[in-house]
């Protein structure tokens, strides 16, 4: 008894190279994590920096010294407001659209069966696996033998037919894992269907949707290649980035840059409570 007793402690005590050993196994999938993130959020922090650069020249591309001229004169460079009105708009139209028409392509797609079903699944996934410059050639072809004027209309009609795509495939994952028999027992309380669907099925599926639309705006925001193909004299935000990065980079694109991530991650918050306050309390 005495031998097995000493034994015991002896089996549990590990070297120091043992030690170390396993506690890097058990934190590094952390640390990985933590680079990782690090590595993706470098880029954002040095946007958020030299937004309040105040650079000697036409060029932000080396400190200077702490500002806060940019932020309280965010348009303060020629073209830029109305670059960004211009991308907003488009953003808010082709968003809403798509998000629209896509919902209702993804309804259908999941709930019925219909002749062509498995075409329109794949003609779905075409725009997300197309090259971008080859969809741009291909719309603007399509708009200068139709003789439709490059301009507005035609970045509009762009923007929907390629986020389309991505609303249908965010609203399916959501109708995918849906409860059918939620809709059953409404109907069978005496709702018709256009109740059963404003009252049962739009509210669980809400924030799909929402996660959709907000998905197709982020992309209409920050497209060029397609863009640049079929805007004509039309100037968007990426395009004027573009432009102004041949002669001069002014620190009012970074001030722009940094409110639109940080309105996209206010919304992305908003999101997360709407959700965390309709879960049922001791859920």
Excluded at 20 to 30: D, E, G, N, P
Excluded at 74 to 93: H, K, M, N, R
Excluded at 95 to 122: D, E, M
Aim: overall charge positive.
């Amino acid at each position: 008894m005495t031998t097995a007793a000493e034994t015991l402690p002896r089996a549990r005590r590990r070297s120091p190279f043992a030690r170390v050993l396993a506690a890097v196994r058990y934190h590094a999938l952390t640390v990985y994590a933590v680079l990782a993130f690090t590595y993706l959020l470098l880029p954002i922090a040095v946007v958020v920096a030299f937004s309040f650069n105040d650079p000697v020249g036409r060029f932000n591309f080396s400190w200077q010294g702490f500002t806060l001229d940019n932020w309280l004169h965010p348009f303060g460079y020629p073209g830029l407001q109305s670059s960004i009105e211009l991308s907003l708009v488009i953003a808010v139209l082709a968003s809403g659209f798509a998000t629209v028409l896509g919902t209702l392509i993804g309804l259908a797609l999941v709930r019925y069966s219909f002749r062509g079903r498995a075409t329109t699944n794949f003609l779905i996934f075409l725009p997300m696996t197309t090259p971008e410059i080859v969809m741009g050639a291909s719309l603007l072809t399509l708009f200068l033998n139709l003789g439709v004027a490059l301009g507005f209309g035609t970045i509009l009609l762009a923007h929907i037919m390629f986020n389309i795509s991505y609303v249908v495939v965010t609203v399916r994952a959501r109708l995918v894992g849906f409860d059918r028999h939620l809709e059953e027992a409404a109907m069978d309380l005496g709702a018709n269907e256009w109740t059963t669907f404003r009252k049962v099925t739009l509210p669980l599926i809400a924030p799909g949707i929402f996660a959709a639309g907000l998905l197709a705006f982020a992309l209409s925001v920050d497209d060029f290649v397609i863009t640049y193909l079929v805007a004509g004299g039309d100037v968007t935000f990426p395009l004027f980035v573009w432009g102004a990065a041949r002669v001069a980079v002014p620190p009012q694109i970074n001030v722009i840059g940094t409110a639109i991530f940080l309105i996209a991650v206010l919304l992305m918050l908003a999101n997360i409570l709407f959700q965390w306050r309709r879960e049922p309390k001791g859920a």
